[in-house]
Nanobody, 135 residues
Framework: QLRLVESGGGLVQPGGSLTLSCEVR????????IGWFRQASGKEREAVSC?????????????VKGRFTISRNATGNTNTKNTVNLVMNNLKPDDAGTYVC???????????????????????WGTGALVTVSS
């Protein structure tokens, strides 16, 4: 059973911080690039950050670079919780939206493409976590 579940959303004031977590179960975690995407009301979904498969490096959208940090925490067991965390600092009202994690099998630097090109189709999606940035 394939499953991605987000947690950690909530309400934060501008300038504050939140950490989102994407729990990944049921498949070969190391073989998948994992991306974080957000969708604000009335806007298209956009990729904000992505971490490549294995020990691959991260990629960030220009709008969040320097403020967001993505990391993958592998346990080495497909039946044990593996996670991809997104630490978000200095949040701005424009960062608000529903954040969804997505997974796509890849053996190359997929993430540079994911954050640069809209509409990349991931293989699996979570259900989303709401982030509200407001005073």
């Amino acid at each position: 059973q394939l499953r991605l579940v987000e947690s950690g959303g909530g309400l934060v004031q501008p300038g504050g911080s939140l950490t989102l977590s994407c729990e990944v179960r049921g498949f070969d975690f190391a073989s998948y690039a994992i991306g974080w995407f957000r969708q604000a009301s009335g806007k298209e979904r956009e990729a904000v950050s992505c971490v490549n498969s294995g020990d691959g490096g991260p990629a960030y959208a220009i709008s969040v670079k320097g403020r967001f940090t993505i990391s993958r925490n592998a346990t080495g067991n497909t039946n044990t919780k593996n996670t991809v965390n997104l630490v978000m600092n200095n949040l701005k009202p424009d960062d608000a939206g529903t954040y969804v994690c997505g997974a796509k099998r890849a053996t190359f630097d997929l993430c540079s493409v994911v954050v640069a090109v809209r509409g990349i189709k991931m293989d699996y999606w979570g259900t989303g976590a709401l982030v509200t940035v407001s005073s």
